[in-house]
């Protein structure tokens, strides 16, 4: 069991070493190119987002461009059936006083 006993110690910081001075320079200079490298991908997301954005923009008002035009032919074939309505309104009402006139 003397793995064990390693674990358990190793687990209790007991077995922590201090690194030599050349490791903490050379870890530094990992973290530097880290950060870069993540700088330079959120630059690279941050353009893609810029990009996606202004295509998506454009397909928006293109796409309210084109209902604003459909609200049109929709708004114009709705007054078309309302006058149609009144129309035939008026000639079902022309239709009561014929049979009226014919009952009588």
């Given at each position: ?10 687990r ?35 353009k ?40 035939g ?16």
């Open positions: 069991m003397p793995y064990a006993s390693w674990l358990n110690g190793y209790h910081g007991l077995r922590f070493e201090n690194p030599a001075p050349m490791d903490l320079q050379r870890v530094d200079e990992e973290q530097e190119k880290e950060k870069k490298e993540r700088e330079k991908v959120e630059a690279e997301d941050l893609k987002l810029h990009a996606f954005m202004a295509k998506w923009n454009v397909e928006r008002a293109a796409q309210a461009q084109s209902a604003k035009g459909a609200m049109k032919h929709a708004q114009a074939a709705a007054e078309g059936e309302e006058e149609e309505e009144e129309e309104q008026g000639q079902g009402q022309e239709m009561q006083v014929d049979a009226v006139t014919e009952e009588v």
